[in-house]
């Protein structure tokens, strides 16, 4: 059965360092997703994408975060100064339409 | 905006009793609601969905049934096991007929369940 997939499983890094973490969504998808979930604490929409471009975000996507799809398989997001508050579980999603989301098992980045 | 309540937790029960999770939500037109399973150190799993009023999304022993006069989603199985112990979180994307589009879906805080023996 596909699967959406993320690495890393986990990334450490230091405050004000660059992240990048990397999904391949399921291959006929067309709609991507990230999600963000701090500990304890809800699932978050960051961003969704679609044609090659931002479709939506949220007011948690400021300007410190971007996402491409730079070869046409993955789809990445990247934080590039993070902060001690971007610790937290990052999730891909991809979907072929528009209702149901497939998610990936997720990149813990923990920010010291 | 859209928003999702649930019940919030933890809910402990006993194997083979009846389960219940209250899930209501607020949102314009006509979403479709999804409950996912995230079980411990592992991501989310779609367990069932409905995309229209009086739909019932069913799986492994679990249903829903979309009430669109009370604006709810409650989830529901007759018969729990310990392994059904996990994170339960109600979920809703706006309509596809509303300009849903690529809008991401906006999920209530969980409830974390825990079956006993």
């Known amino acids: 059965e596909p699967e959406v997939t993320q690495t890393p499983s986990h990334q450490v890094t230091q405050m004000g360092q660059e992240v990048i973490l990397r999904c391949v969504p399921i291959s006929n998808h067309l709609y991507f997703y990230w999600y963000r979930q701090i500990l304890g604490q809800k699932v978050e929409f960051l961003v969704s994408f679609y044609n090659n471009e931002i479709s939506e975000k949220s007011e948690i996507f400021d300007d410190q975060f971007s996402v491409e799809r730079p070869d046409g398989s993955n789809f990445t997001l990247k934080i590039r100064s993070t902060k001690l508050e971007d610790s937290a579980m990052y999730f891909c999603a991809s979907s072929e339409a528009t209702v149901e989301q497939f998610f990936g098992p997720g990149t813990r980045l923990t920010v010291l | 905006g859209n928003s999702v309540t649930q019940m919030e937790g933890p809910v402990t029960l006993s194997e083979e009793a009846f389960l219940t999770i209250n899930c209501t939500y607020t949102?314009?037109?006509?979403?479709?609601l999804f409950w996912y399973v995230q079980y411990p150190g592992e991501g989310l799993q779609l367990l069932l969905k409905?995309?229209?009023?009086?739909d019932k999304g069913s799986n492994k022993g679990f249903e829903a049934t979309y009430r669109k006069e009370t604006t709810s989603f409650h989830l529901e199985k007759g018969s729990v096991q310990v392994s059904d112990s996990a994170v339960y979180f109600c979920a809703l994307v706006p309509s596809l007929y509303s300009g849903g589009g690529a809008d991401g879906l906006t999920f209530g805080k969980g409830t974390h369940l825990i079956i006993q023996p």
């Open positions: 949102a314009t037109g006509y979403p479709s």
């Open positions: 409905a995309t229209k009023a009086d």
